[in-house]
């Protein structure tokens, strides 16, 4: 996790508050060398594994210190490194087009399939059409950490100022703009935005989940998915994580030091909320949310009542990705380029993938029966699972 900082307080500057920020996140993550508290677990022979086959894989570039995600669609696939957008065919993996994007590419892939938006290092958002064509360019308020998100006739960037611009797709004319009071301090982590219906639905820092009209930006409800609470900024660090799971009229998400939970999408109200302190974004089946603590431990919860169903420490440590749902697996990437497979009835590690590429660096895609995978050193590639 990396911290995004809001207004200075007058008279205090950046570089005095940074060596603080980081003593106490180095104290809260570091354990004396007697302790194994923080330790990866090791991973150990799986009895009966699963057979996993490696559809394609490709090589994007260095992917190293972004917010990068591929877009996976049914007929094709949108994905990039630190300089270049990728367009390529997800059934073989046959690089379609690749081209430049001037700049660099700190945050993407969003698309409808006609539309592809990405945002550079200083956050320009840059707009191209299925071609890989040039259509528009645009500045957002601040720099942005989520992949855009295409649809409806716009492109909606969050920055991390908590705004969220809405641009219009055909020619980058800003339509509107929601703005959120930021607090002093927050996690600078993926936190996406979801469409559902006629709003999006956003996860803000502070522990808040909102929903927005798409046609002019007005905020239609706000719920706490957690509130903050302790004496300090950091412990009250509470900002909810990833992209929210929606599943029919359910949207379903967690926070960090707070809770994982699901609301109704439609109005805002609490149907279960659970004490959780996630450490990467939720996912959703028909019957259950998987969360990932920010220990590395995995839960699995009823969607209907948030009853528990399991918990696993087999994974502890080991800095995981999103998981994301294949058939009857919970797929997710480690810190080491493992990806890693539980059943999503039990838990139990049922395989594993080597990717060799450097961590995985977002949340798994899926697509027919397999997961996209996309890791630190640009390696894009479909795995799928036997069973799934």
């Not at 106490?24 to 508290?37: F, G, I, N, R, T």
């Not at 071609?131 to 716009?154: F, N, R, T, Y």
């Not at 603590?293 to 918990?311: E, K, L, N, P, T």
Request: include cysteine.
């Amino acid at each position: 996790m990396r911290l995004s900082f809001g207004p200075w307080p007058a008279g205090l500057g950046r570089v005095a508050i940074l060596p603080l920020i980081g003593s106490l996140m180095l104290l809260a993550a570091c354990s004396s060398s007697s302790q194994a508290v923080n330790k990866p677990t090791a991973l150990t022979p799986i009895a009966a594994p699963i057979q996993i086959q490696r559809n394609w894989e490709i090589d994007l570039g260095d992917s190293a210190g972004t917010f990068l995600r591929p877009c996976v669609l049914e007929h094709t696939i949108f994905a990039a490194s630190r300089g270049k957008l990728v367009r390529l065919d997800p059934s073989s993996g046959k690089e379609l087009w690749r081209v430049p994007v001037e700049g660099g590419i700190a945050a993407g892939v969003g698309s409808d399939g006609l539309t592809v938006a990405v945002a550079g290092p200083r956050g320009n958002v840059v707009a191209l059409d299925a071609e890989g064509k040039q259509l528009w360019q645009a500045q957002a308020p601040s720099d942005v950490i989520a992949p855009p998100l295409v649809g409806h006739g716009l492109v909606l960037v969050r920055s991390t100022d908590q705004r969220i611009t809405a641009y219009e797709a055909a020619t980058g004319k800003r339509r509107w703009v929601f703005q959120k009071q930021p607090p002093s301090l927050s996690l600078r982590v993926e936190a996406d935005i979801v469409f559902s219906g006629e709003s999006v639905l956003v996860g803000f820092a502070g522990g808040r989940l909102g929903a927005i009209a798409l046609d002019n930006g007005a905020a239609r409800w706000e719920a706490a998915v957690s509130e903050p609470k302790g004496a300090t900024e950091v412990e009250r660090l509470a900002d909810v994580i990833g992209l929210p799971g929606l599943v029919d009229n359910d949207v379903c998400t967690a926070s960090a030091q707070g809770r994982i939970g699901c609301f109704d999408s439609r109005n805002g109200d609490l149907h279960w909320a659970r004490e959780f302190s996630a450490g990467a974004g939720v996912a959703v089946s028909a019957d259950a949310v998987f969360g990932v603590d920010a220990s590395s431990h995995v839960s699995a919860f009823q969607r209907s009542s948030g009853a528990g169903m399991w918990q696993t420490a087999a994974l502890a440590n080991r800095g995981l990705s999103a998981p994301v749902v294949i058939g009857k697996q919970l797929a997710m990437g480690d810190f080491e380029g493992k990806i890693l497979f539980l059943g999503t009835e039990d838990g139990k590690l049922v395989g594993r993938f080597d990717a060799g590429a450097g961590p995985v660096i977002s949340t798994p895609q899926a697509w027919n029966g397999g997961a996209v995978f996309q890791t630190a050193r640009g390696h894009l590639l479909l795995l799928t699972p036997g069973g799934s």
